[in-house]
C-alpha cells in the first residue's frame, strides 16, 4: 500500500484546507483509514477515522470543523478542515490499518498502532 499526501500549506486562523492522500497499492479486503496529526512537541496520533462503509470517526475536539471522506473512484482520502485554529499545526499524515472484517469499527484511540501503512506527511500552518 502506497499513501501520499498533499495540500499541506500555512493559512490564518479561521481558514480552511484540504488535504488529500493518494492511495495506491493493494488496500486490503478490509480497513479502515486515517488521518494523524503530530503537533509540535505532541505525540502522533489519529484525529480522523473512516471506514469502508463511509462510517466516520473524530477526535472529540475537532467533530464539527473536520470532516473526512473518501472517493472511491480515484481512491483519494480527503480531510477537510474549516475554522482552523493555530493549535491545529502540525504534519498531517494518512495511514491504513487492515482490519478482519468490514464492520469493524474504527476508533480514534486505542488502535494507532495498528496503522502499519502510512504516508510521509504533508505540513500545515496555522498562523497570522
Known amino acids: 500500500v502506497q499513501l501520499m499526501e498533499s495540500g499541506g500549506d500555512s493559512v490564518q486562523p479561521g481558514g480552511s484546507l484540504t488535504l488529500s492522500c493518494a492511495v495506491s497499492g493493494n ?25 469502508q462503509d463511509g462510517e466516520t470517526y473524530y477526535r472529540e475536539s475537532l467533530e464539527g470543523r473536520f470532516s473526512i471522506r473518501r472517493d472511491n473512484t480515484q481512491n483519494i482520502l480527503f480531510l477537510q478542515m474549516n475554522s482552523l485554529k493555530s493549535e491545529d499545526s502540525g504534519t498531517y499524515d494518512c495511514a491504513l490499518r487492515p482490519t478482519y472484517s468490514d464492520q469493524m469499527a474504527c476508533p480514534v484511540s486505542g488502535a494507532d498502532h495498528e496503522y502499519i501503512y502510512r504516508g510521509q506527511g504533508t505540513q500545515v500552518t496555522v498562523s497570522s
Do not use: D, K
Open 27 to 51: 488496500t486490503h479486503t478490509n480497513y479502515c483509514m486515517a488521518w494523524f496529526r503530530q503537533a509540535p512537541g505532541n505525540q502522533r496520533r489519529v484525529i480522523a477515522a473512516l471506514r
